[in-house]
Nanobody, 122 residues
Framework: QVQLVESGGGLVQAGGSLRVSCAAS????????MGWFRQAPGKDREFVAA????????TYAASVKGRFAMSRDNAKNTVYLQMSSLKPEGTAVYYC???????????????WGQGTLVTVSD
């Protein structure tokens, strides 16, 4: 079982930057690919970014590519999502997820955090 706790959400102006973090429990963190997802008010949850267990491979949704960067520190059992050039449509609850495989993907995640709210004002 993996427990995930997100942090770092808050209010930011459009065009600004914010970094959210996700701390995971467990001793084999590098065995899990990690993903970030978001759910805007009234919309379905959508994929944002994913990173392989080693941290050597990343994948991004087209809507955030070039503006968001995902990274991980396996020594700290933590993943990060650095968000830049934020847009009002980026307002959402951001969720961290873990997959029982080191291969990153856009779906099929097994564990989820409770989410952290990011609000982008215009």
């Amino acid at each position: 079982q993996v427990q995930l706790v997100e942090s770092g959400g808050g209010l930011v102006q459009a065009g600004g930057s914010l970094r959210v973090s996700c701390a995971a429990s467990g001793r084999t963190f590098s065995a899990y690919a990690m993903g970030w997802f978001r759910q805007a008010p009234g919309k379905d949850r959508e994929f944002v970014a994913a990173i392989s267990g080693s941290g050597l491979s990343e994948t991004y949704a087209a809507s955030v590519k070039g503006r968001f960067a995902m990274s991980r520190d396996n020594a700290k059992n933590t993943v990060y999502l650095q968000m830049s050039s934020l847009k009002p449509e980026g307002t959402a609850v951001y969720y961290c997820a873990a997959k029982r495989s080191p291969i990153a993907s856009i779906d099929q995640y097994d564990y989820w955090g409770q989410g952290t709210l990011v609000t982008v004002s215009d």
